[in-house]
C-alpha cells in the first residue's frame, strides 16, 4: 500500500552518524574545488571594486560573476524541480540540498511551494553567514592558497571561486543539521542553555574535540591524494602535491569547523523559538 506523505516524514530518520558521514563526503568536494582554484594564480584585479566599472552595478567583477552565475543555476534548479516533478520525484531531501548557497540575489520560486519532510526548525531559515565566508576566502585563504599573479583568466577563476563558496557554504550551513541532530540526541542537555541564552555553554556542549582532530588529519590527508600528480612514465613530477596539504587542515581549523559551529550554536538559540 502507498505510503502517506506524513508516514514518510516520520520515517525520515538523520542521525550524528549520517549527518557526520555528509561532512565527510563534502570534504571530498571542497577539496577539490581548492585544488582547482589552484591552478590559477590569485588574479587580484577581479576583487577588486575599483577594477570594473560595470554600469548598473556596484561591487567588483566577481561579485557581478557571482550574481550572474547564481542566476543562471537558479534557472537550471528550477528546471531540474520541474523535470522532477513531472516525474513524481520530489519528496526526498537531494533537492533541497542542492539549493544554492549563495541565495542574497536569486529571484524567488516561480514553483508552488512543495511539501517537503521539514528536517530542519522553521526559524533557521534566515541563519547565512555568507558574507563572512565570502570575506574569508578572499582576504585569508586566497592569499595563502594560491600564487601571486595575474594571468588574466578572470571568468575561468571566478568559476572557480564560485565553486569553492558553494561548497565552503554548503558545508559550514549543515551545521544547522548537526544542531538539530545533537538537540534531538540530548533535549534535556541543551534546553535549559537555549532558555539561558548562554551561547558559550552550548558551544561547549555541541564540541567534539577529538573529532575535529580526525577531521583535520583526514582533510589534509584527502589533500595530498587527491592533490597527487600523477605520471604513467617516470617524469620526475610524479607524487607532487598541487597544494600544501597543511593548508587545508588549517582552513578547516580555523574557520570552517568554528563557523560550522557558529551556525549550530546560531541553530539552537532559535530551536524553541
Ligand atoms: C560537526 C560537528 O560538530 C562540531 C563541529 C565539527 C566540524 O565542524 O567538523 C566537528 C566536531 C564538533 O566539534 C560534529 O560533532 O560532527
Known amino acids: 500500500m502507498a505510503k502517506t506523505e506524513s508516514e514518510s516524514v516520520s520515517e525520515m530518520v538523520i542521525t550524528l552518524e549520517s549527518v557526520r558521514e555528509s561532512l565527510i563526503r563534502q570534504e571530498d568536494t571542497i577539496v577539490f574545488s581548492l ?22 552595478f556596484s561591487g567588483s567583477l566577481f561579485q557581478y560573476i557571482v550574481s550572474h552565475s547564481e542566476n543562471l543555476q537558479a534557472v537550471n534548479v528550477l528546471t531540474k524541480m520541474l523535470n522532477d516533478l513531472l516525474c513524481n520525484r520530489l519528496g526526498d531531501m537531494k533537492t533541497q540540498k542542492n539549493i544554492l548557497s549563495f541565495p542574497d540575489n536569486i529571484p524567488g520560486s516561480l514553483l508552488p511551494p512543495h511539501n517537503y519532510p521539514q528536517v530542519l ?25 594560491v600564487a601571486e599573479g595575474d594571468d588574466g583568466n578572470y571568468a575561468s577563476t571566478a568559476t572557480s571561486d564560485l565553486d569553492c563558496l558553494q ?3 554548503r558545508r559550514i550551513h549543515y551545521g ?15 534546553e535549559p542553555l537555549i532558555r539561558a541564552k548562554d551561547s558559550d555553554a552550548l558551544m561547549k556542549l555541541l564540541t567534539f574535540e577529538h573529532v575535529e582532530e580526525m577531521v583535520k588529519r583526514r582533510v589534509e590527508k584527502k589533500a595530498m591524494i587527491f592533490g597527487q600528480e600523477v605520471a604513467l612514465f617516470s617524469n ?3 607524487g607532487k602535491c598541487k597544494i600544501d596539504p597543511s593548508i587545508v587542515s588549517k582552513l578547516y581549523e580555523d574557520w570552517v569547523m568554528p563557523l560550522t559551529k557558529v551556525v549550530e550554536v546560531e541553530y539552537l538559540l532559535r530551536r524553541l523559538d
Open 236 to 238: 620526475g613530477t610524479e
Open 167 to 169: 561548497a565552503l557554504s
Open 121 to 145: 526548525h522553521p526559524p533557521s531559515a534566515s541563519i547565512n553567514i555568507n558574507s563572512t565566508i565570502w570575506d574569508k576566502y578572499v582576504n585569508q585563504l586566497l592569499p595563502v592558497l
Open 176 to 190: 544547522k543539521y548537526v544542531a538539530e541532530v545533537k538537540f534531538r540526541e540530548a533535549p534535556q542537555d541543551y
Open 35 to 56: 585544488i582547482e582554484r589552484a591552478k590559477y594564480p590569485r588574479n587580484s584585479p577581479l576583487y577588486d571594486l575599483s577594477y570594473a566599472s560595470i554600469p548598473g
